[in-house]
T-cell receptor, first 114, second 110 residues
Framework: DTGVSQDPRHKITKRGQNVTFRCDPISEHNRLYWYRQTLGQGPEFLTYFQNEAQLEKSRLLSDRFSAERPKGSFSTLEIQRTEQGDSAMYLC????????????FGSGTQLSVL | KNEVEQSPQNLTAQEGEFITINCSYSVGISALHWLQQHPGGGIVSLFMLSSGKKKHGRLIATINIQEKHSSLHITASHPRDSAVYICAVRPHFGNEKLTFGTGTRLTIIP
């Protein structure tokens, strides 16, 4: 399977715990995006990488959130001290180097904070 | 008011009907995406448009840049078309942030 893969598919955690999600984009894709989606809403942009550089970050991304893409391949999104409001689907997408390239999405990680 | 508005929010139709889903946006854009999301979260990109019209199989997408409006049409609809269809815009060249609509839930009844 050469699509975008995300791990884990589901994560249940207690409030206050830290969680980390991983995204493996399509191998030749330079751009990687993280989005968050809550029930009944469209996805909201969190951050994006061009290779290993984090070039844009939403104001939605509080200081409890950090994302990395250390070698320009896979990316991780960490949430520290989780809150119930962090419960959502976290989606990763990738594309080639052009702004107007088609996006390819992973299946997402569903986070539930109890 | 959201930057991207979709209508209708929900649509139920009989198999075989011609389907139209609308998307209006309030900002200048460099591109508009139509996406399909099935239960469980998986999102598939259907089209990316910056002008005119695109067709793929039974799906047709059109965009009118002057009127800030796009439509997604499905001909000869089928139950497997049942999904949430999401419109997303890229506000201006160089800005990577896509702004999404809340989606249209389509249900096709056999």
């Amino acid at each position: 399977d050469t699509g975008v893969s995300q791990d884990p598919r589901h994560k249940i955690t207690k409030r206050g715990q830290n969680v980390t999600f991983r995204c493996d984009p399509i191998s030749e894709h330079n751009r990687l995006y993280w989005y968050r989606q809550t029930l009944g809403q469209g996805p909201e942009f969190l951050t994006y990488f061009q290779n290993e550089a984090q070039l844009e970050k939403s104001r939605l991304l509080s200081d409890r959130f950090s994302a990395e893409r250390p070698k320009g391949s896979f990316s991780t999104l960490e949430i520290q001290r989780t809150e119930q409001g962090d419960s959502a689907m976290y989606l990763c997408a990738s594309s080639k180097g052009n702004s107007n390239e088609k996006l390819f999405f992973g299946s997402g990680t569903q986070l539930s904070v109890l | 008011k959201n930057e991207v508005e979709q209508s209708p929010q929900n649509l139920t139709a009989q198999e075989g009907e011609f389907i139209t889903i609308n998307c209006s946006y309030s900002v200048g854009i460099s591109a508009l995406h139509w996406l399909q999301q099935h239960p469980g979260g998986g999102i598939v990109s259907l089209f990316m448009l910056s002008s005119g019209k695109k067709k793929h199989g039974r799906l047709i997408a059109t965009i009118n840049i002057q009127e800030k409006h796009s439509s997604l049409h499905i001909t000869a609809s089928h139950p497997r078309d049942s999904a949430v269809y999401i419109c997303a815009v890229r506000p201006h060249f160089g800005n990577e942030k896509l702004t999404f609509g809340t989606g249209t839930r389509l249900t096709i009844i056999p």
